[in-house]
Nanobody
Framework: QVQLVESGGGVVQAGGSLRLSCGVS????????MGWFRQAPGKEREFVAA????????SYTDSVKGRFAISRDNAKNTVHLQMNSLKPEDTAVYYC?????????????????WGQGTQVTVSS
């Protein structure tokens, strides 16, 4: 059984940084692409970043390019999202998710397993 647990959310002022982590149980973590999504109140869940199985390829939504960085540690079954220069519009619940493919994918429907989410609030 695959379980994902996010941590690292919180309240930060605009311009600050947070590092989200996601621990993944179950076998074959190092085989599949991992992603981060976010959902703000009243909005649909949106793609933030994804990293392929070996960490050599990543993708970001345009609004976070240059500010966020996704990484993974296959030896520790963890994936991270380093968020710098945070803006109030980054406020959302952030979700970690796992696919069953090796290539980078960006749509929620291609992710099979989801964490419970962690709240990120950026104050102005």
């Amino acid at each position: 059984q695959v379980q994902l647990v996010e941590s690292g959310g919180g309240v930060v002022q605009a311009g600050g940084s947070l590092r989200l982590s996601c621990g993944v149980s179950g076998r074959a973590f190092g085989t599949y692409t991992m992603g981060w999504f976010r959902q703000a109140p009243g909005k649909e869940r949106e793609f933030v970043a994804a990293i392929n199985w070996n960490g050599y390829s990543a993708s970001y939504t345009d609004s976070v390019k240059g500010r966020f960085a996704i990484s993974r540690d296959n030896a520790k079954n963890t994936v991270h999202l380093q968020m710098n220069s945070l803006k109030p519009e980054d406020t959302a619940v952030y979700y970690c998710a796992r696919t069953s493919v090796r290539r980078v994918v960006t749509t929620p429907g291609e992710y099979n397993y989801w964490g419970q989410g962690t709240q990120v609030t950026v104050s102005s």
